[in-house]
């Protein structure tokens, strides 16, 4: 149950020169998140390929520092808009795709937290990684990189 308020708002954008479809295949499946998130490990997807309502036990990792998650995914629309939640803090993951003029996709990858935090997570965070403020600036940084990740992995085919 969450009881803490929500932390700062984490969001960030870049062009691909691919169109929506490319990126879709490479956002939309849970799978695919260790090739370019700064966290992800290793995500487990329970059955075939990702679609709403997809759960994953996710690994993630912060230098030598090790732990799961659980996940579901919330909104599923095809070339348009992925939203993951992570069940033990209640924040979604989304990235939307809009296609640009000249062919392109802007892709923009956000962190919701409309429930705010868990009391759990948020312990958790202040203990481990130096609390909320500093984690939150560290996780933003990590949208950005994940997001030039994806774009490489897109334009090379």
């Given at each position: 149950?969450?009881?803490?308020?929500?932390?700062?708002?984490?969001?960030?954008?870049?062009?691909i020169d691919a169109p929506p479809a490319r990126v879709w295949e490479v956002v939309s499946e849970v799978r695919n998140a260790p090739q370019w998130s700064s966290q992800a490990h290793k995500v487990v997807a329970?059955?075939?390929?990702?679609?709403?309502?997809?759960?994953?036990?996710?690994?993630?990792?912060?230098?030598?520092?090790?732990?799961?998650?659980?996940?579901?995914?919330?909104?599923?629309?095809?070339?348009?808009?992925?939203?993951?939640?992570?069940?033990?803090?209640?924040?979604?993951?989304?990235?939307?795709?809009?296609?640009?003029?000249?062919?392109?996709?802007?892709?923009?990858?956000?962190?919701?937290?409309?429930?705010?935090?868990?009391?759990?997570?948020?312990?958790?965070?202040?203990?481990?990684?130096?609390?909320?403020?500093?984690?939150?600036?560290?996780?933003?940084?990590?949208?950005?990189?994940?997001?030039?990740?994806?774009?490489?992995?897109?334009?090379?085919?």
């Open positions: 149950m969450p009881t803490e308020s929500a932390p700062a708002a984490i969001e960030s954008s870049i062009e329970l059955g075939g390929r990702t679609t709403a309502g997809t759960w994953a036990l996710n690994i993630n990792k912060r230098g030598p520092i090790f732990w799961p998650t659980t996940s579901r995914v919330v909104e599923f629309e095809p070339g348009r808009r992925f939203a993951n939640r992570i069940t033990e803090n209640t924040t979604i993951w989304v990235f939307e795709l809009e296609p640009t003029a000249d062919g392109c996709t802007r892709l923009t990858e956000r962190r919701e937290v409309p429930n705010g935090l868990t009391f759990i997570s948020t312990f958790l965070t202040d203990k481990l990684f130096g609390g909320q403020p500093s984690f939150t600036k560290e996780m933003d940084r990590g949208v950005s990189t994940s997001l030039k990740r994806i774009k490489a992995l897109v334009e090379q085919g």
